[in-house]
Protein backbone atom coordinates (compact mmCIF):
# COMPACT_ATOMS: atom_id res chain seq x y z
CA UNK A 1 0.00 0.00 0.00
CA UNK A 2 1.30 3.50 -1.06
CA UNK A 3 2.03 5.76 2.42
CA UNK A 4 0.15 8.55 3.18
CA UNK A 5 1.90 11.99 2.53
CA UNK A 6 3.51 13.79 5.53
CA UNK A 7 2.88 16.79 6.11
CA UNK A 8 5.35 18.60 8.15
CA UNK A 9 4.60 22.51 10.09
CA UNK A 10 7.54 24.10 11.68
CA UNK A 11 7.45 25.69 15.40
CA UNK A 12 7.94 29.40 16.23
CA UNK A 13 11.34 31.36 15.34
CA UNK A 14 11.78 27.88 12.74
CA UNK A 15 11.98 27.20 9.05
CA UNK A 16 11.32 24.44 6.99
CA UNK A 17 14.58 23.33 7.20
CA UNK A 18 14.76 21.86 10.79
CA UNK A 19 13.64 19.03 9.42
CA UNK A 20 16.07 17.62 7.01
CA UNK A 21 17.50 15.14 9.19
CA UNK A 22 14.55 13.40 9.75
CA UNK A 23 12.82 13.94 6.06
CA UNK A 24 16.17 11.95 5.38
CA UNK A 25 15.25 9.43 7.23
CA UNK A 26 11.99 9.27 5.61
CA UNK A 27 13.45 9.01 2.25
CA UNK A 28 15.06 6.08 3.38
CA UNK A 29 12.23 4.24 4.26
CA UNK A 30 9.83 5.30 1.15
CA UNK A 31 7.93 7.88 3.25
CA UNK A 32 7.04 10.55 0.99
CA UNK A 33 6.81 13.91 2.78
CA UNK A 34 6.62 18.05 2.81
CA UNK A 35 8.10 20.34 4.78
CA UNK A 36 6.54 23.92 4.38
CA UNK A 37 8.03 27.78 5.50
CA UNK A 38 5.21 29.17 6.80
CA UNK A 39 4.97 32.58 5.65
CA UNK A 40 8.12 34.90 6.97
CA UNK A 41 10.33 32.00 8.09
CA UNK A 42 13.05 30.20 6.37
CA UNK A 43 12.84 30.80 2.41
CA UNK A 44 9.23 32.33 2.36
CA UNK A 45 9.13 35.07 0.10
CA UNK A 46 6.06 36.09 1.81
CA UNK A 47 5.43 38.78 4.42
CA UNK A 48 4.96 37.22 7.99
CA UNK A 49 1.62 36.69 8.73
CA UNK A 50 -0.54 35.26 12.28
CA UNK A 51 -1.80 32.51 13.06
CA UNK A 52 -4.71 32.56 11.25
CA UNK A 53 -2.51 33.64 7.89
CA UNK A 54 -0.10 30.64 8.96
CA UNK A 55 -3.10 28.25 9.23
CA UNK A 56 -4.79 29.40 6.48
CA UNK A 57 -1.13 28.46 4.20
CA UNK A 58 -1.32 25.40 5.28
CA UNK A 59 -4.55 24.86 4.46
CA UNK A 60 -3.87 25.69 0.96
CA UNK A 61 -1.04 23.43 0.82
CA UNK A 62 -3.52 20.49 1.83
CA UNK A 63 -5.39 21.05 -0.76
CA UNK A 64 -2.76 20.91 -3.44
CA UNK A 65 -1.99 16.91 -1.44
CA UNK A 66 -3.69 14.20 -3.72
CA UNK A 67 -4.86 11.65 -1.07
CA UNK A 68 -4.76 10.97 2.42
CA UNK A 69 -2.27 13.13 4.86
CA UNK A 70 -0.77 12.77 8.41
CA UNK A 71 -0.50 16.47 9.32
CA UNK A 72 2.42 17.11 12.00
CA UNK A 73 2.86 20.35 13.93
CA UNK A 74 6.06 20.85 15.67
CA UNK A 75 5.56 23.27 18.83
CA UNK A 76 3.85 26.65 17.72
CA UNK A 77 2.98 24.49 14.59
CA UNK A 78 0.20 22.63 16.65
CA UNK A 79 -2.18 25.31 16.89
CA UNK A 80 -1.20 26.25 13.47
CA UNK A 81 -2.02 22.89 12.02
CA UNK A 82 -5.39 22.74 14.82
CA UNK A 83 -6.33 25.76 12.77
CA UNK A 84 -5.48 24.38 9.47
CA UNK A 85 -7.29 21.17 9.52
CA UNK A 86 -10.35 23.26 11.14
CA UNK A 87 -10.47 24.98 7.54
CA UNK A 88 -9.36 22.00 5.49
CA UNK A 89 -10.35 19.07 7.06
CA UNK A 90 -10.91 16.73 4.18
CA UNK A 91 -7.48 14.69 3.74
CA UNK A 92 -6.11 14.97 6.58
CA UNK A 93 -6.06 11.68 8.13
CA UNK A 94 -3.97 11.85 11.66
CA UNK A 95 -3.04 14.90 13.66
CA UNK A 96 0.63 14.16 15.00
CA UNK A 97 1.58 16.88 18.06
CA UNK A 98 5.03 16.62 18.16
CA UNK A 99 5.74 17.82 21.82
CA UNK A 100 3.33 20.83 20.37
CA UNK A 101 0.14 23.42 21.30
CA UNK A 102 -2.97 21.25 21.32
CA UNK A 103 -5.62 24.06 21.74
CA UNK A 104 -10.03 23.68 22.17
CA UNK A 105 -11.51 26.14 20.59
CA UNK A 106 -11.34 29.81 21.61
CA UNK A 107 -7.79 28.83 22.73
CA UNK A 108 -4.78 30.94 21.95
CA UNK A 109 -0.74 29.69 22.78
CA UNK A 110 -0.11 32.55 25.58
CA UNK A 111 -3.00 32.59 27.49
CA UNK A 112 -3.58 28.56 27.58
CA UNK A 113 0.21 28.41 28.66
CA UNK A 114 -0.74 31.18 31.45
CA UNK A 115 -3.32 28.94 32.32
CA UNK A 116 -1.06 26.14 33.17
CA UNK A 117 0.89 25.66 36.40
CA UNK A 118 3.46 28.07 36.37
CA UNK A 119 6.97 26.22 35.41
CA UNK A 120 10.01 27.73 34.60
CA UNK A 121 11.71 27.06 31.51
CA UNK A 122 14.91 27.88 30.02
CA UNK A 123 12.56 29.42 26.67
CA UNK A 124 11.27 31.86 28.66
CA UNK A 125 15.13 33.64 29.53
CA UNK A 126 15.64 33.22 25.29
CA UNK A 127 13.02 35.31 24.33
CA UNK A 128 13.80 38.86 23.19
CA UNK A 129 11.11 40.96 22.17
CA UNK A 130 11.33 44.10 19.49
CA UNK A 131 11.60 47.34 20.26
CA UNK A 132 7.96 47.56 18.92
CA UNK A 133 7.14 44.38 20.84
CA UNK A 134 5.57 42.78 17.35
CA UNK A 135 8.49 40.31 17.00
CA UNK A 136 10.64 38.12 19.42
CA UNK A 137 13.40 36.78 18.53
CA UNK A 138 15.48 34.00 20.54
CA UNK A 139 18.89 35.21 22.29
CA UNK A 140 21.51 32.13 20.71
CA UNK A 141 22.99 31.57 24.16
CA UNK A 142 19.97 30.10 25.11
CA UNK A 143 18.66 28.36 22.37
CA UNK A 144 20.90 24.94 23.02
CA UNK A 145 19.51 24.48 26.33
CA UNK A 146 16.00 25.26 24.76
CA UNK A 147 15.58 23.64 21.90
CA UNK A 148 18.66 21.07 21.05
CA UNK A 149 20.18 19.95 24.03
CA UNK A 150 20.17 16.28 23.09
CA UNK A 151 21.14 17.07 19.12
CA UNK A 152 24.32 15.95 17.47
CA UNK A 153 27.44 18.51 17.92
CA UNK A 154 27.27 21.46 15.93
CA UNK A 155 23.60 21.68 15.58
CA UNK A 156 23.55 24.19 17.49
CA UNK A 157 25.69 26.26 15.42
CA UNK A 158 23.88 25.38 12.72
CA UNK A 159 20.66 26.80 13.80
CA UNK A 160 21.31 30.04 15.28
CA UNK A 161 21.86 31.80 12.26
CA UNK A 162 18.94 30.66 10.71
CA UNK A 163 16.20 31.07 13.63
CA UNK A 164 14.23 33.96 12.51
CA UNK A 165 11.69 36.81 14.06
CA UNK A 166 8.71 35.73 15.38
CA UNK A 167 4.95 37.63 15.39
CA UNK A 168 3.72 38.07 18.49
CA UNK A 169 0.82 37.97 16.84
CA UNK A 170 0.92 34.64 16.16
CA UNK A 171 0.88 33.49 19.82
CA UNK A 172 -2.45 35.69 20.93
CA UNK A 173 -4.96 34.67 18.30
CA UNK A 174 -7.28 31.81 19.48
CA UNK A 175 -8.15 28.69 16.91
CA UNK A 176 -11.49 28.58 15.72
CA UNK A 177 -12.12 24.71 15.93
CA UNK A 178 -11.03 21.52 17.38
CA UNK A 179 -10.11 19.09 15.05
CA UNK A 180 -8.35 16.38 17.27
CA UNK A 181 -11.78 15.75 19.18
CA UNK A 182 -12.73 14.18 15.42
CA UNK A 183 -9.59 13.31 13.62
CA UNK A 184 -7.39 10.56 15.06
CA UNK A 185 -4.53 12.57 16.71
CA UNK A 186 -1.03 11.54 18.33
CA UNK A 187 0.86 13.55 20.99
CA UNK A 188 4.40 12.87 21.19
CA UNK A 189 5.80 14.03 24.39
CA UNK A 190 9.92 14.78 24.78
CA UNK A 191 10.68 14.64 28.65
CA UNK A 192 13.57 16.52 28.34
CA UNK A 193 12.14 19.45 26.50
CA UNK A 194 13.63 22.69 27.71
CA UNK A 195 10.78 24.87 25.66
CA UNK A 196 7.82 23.10 26.73
CA UNK A 197 7.91 21.31 30.19
CA UNK A 198 6.42 17.45 30.08
CA UNK A 199 4.17 19.14 32.64
CA UNK A 200 2.48 21.12 30.50
CA UNK A 201 3.28 18.50 26.98
CA UNK A 202 1.57 15.90 29.94
CA UNK A 203 -1.69 18.69 30.32
CA UNK A 204 -2.16 18.77 26.48
CA UNK A 205 -1.26 15.14 25.70
CA UNK A 206 -4.38 14.07 27.37
CA UNK A 207 -6.17 15.58 24.74
CA UNK A 208 -5.16 13.29 21.73
CA UNK A 209 -6.07 9.42 21.45
CA UNK A 210 -2.71 8.33 21.39
CA UNK A 211 0.22 9.52 22.97
CA UNK A 212 4.29 8.65 22.52
CA UNK A 213 6.94 9.31 24.80
CA UNK A 214 10.35 9.95 23.78
CA UNK A 215 13.29 10.75 26.26
CA UNK A 216 15.20 13.65 24.14
CA UNK A 217 14.97 17.37 23.63
CA UNK A 218 12.22 19.97 21.93
CA UNK A 219 13.44 19.25 18.56
CA UNK A 220 13.06 15.27 18.32
CA UNK A 221 13.43 15.50 14.33
CA UNK A 222 17.19 16.22 14.71
CA UNK A 223 17.79 14.32 18.20
CA UNK A 224 15.97 11.28 17.39
CA UNK A 225 15.14 11.14 13.66
CA UNK A 226 14.97 7.16 13.88
CA UNK A 227 12.74 7.36 16.17
CA UNK A 228 10.87 10.38 15.21
CA UNK A 229 10.22 8.68 11.93
CA UNK A 230 9.26 5.29 12.93
CA UNK A 231 6.22 6.84 14.84
CA UNK A 232 5.31 8.63 11.67
CA UNK A 233 5.82 5.85 9.76
CA UNK A 234 3.41 3.77 11.30
CA UNK A 235 0.82 6.43 10.44
CA UNK A 236 1.90 6.96 7.14
CA UNK A 237 1.43 2.97 6.49
CA UNK A 238 -1.69 2.08 8.34
Request: glycine share 8%; charged share 15%; net charge negative.
Amino acid sequence: MTPKTILLVHGAWHGAWCWASLQAELDRRGVPSLAIDLPGHGVSPLPFSDLHGDAQYVADALSRIEGPVVLVGHSYGGAVITEAATRHPGNVNHLVYLTALVLDEGEAVVPFVQSLPAIESPLGAAIRPSEDGAFSTIDPAYSEVSFYGECPKGTTEAANPRLCPQPFATFFQPVTGAPWKTIPSTYVECTLDGAIPIEHQRAMSVRCQNVVTLETDHSPFASKPAETADILERLARN
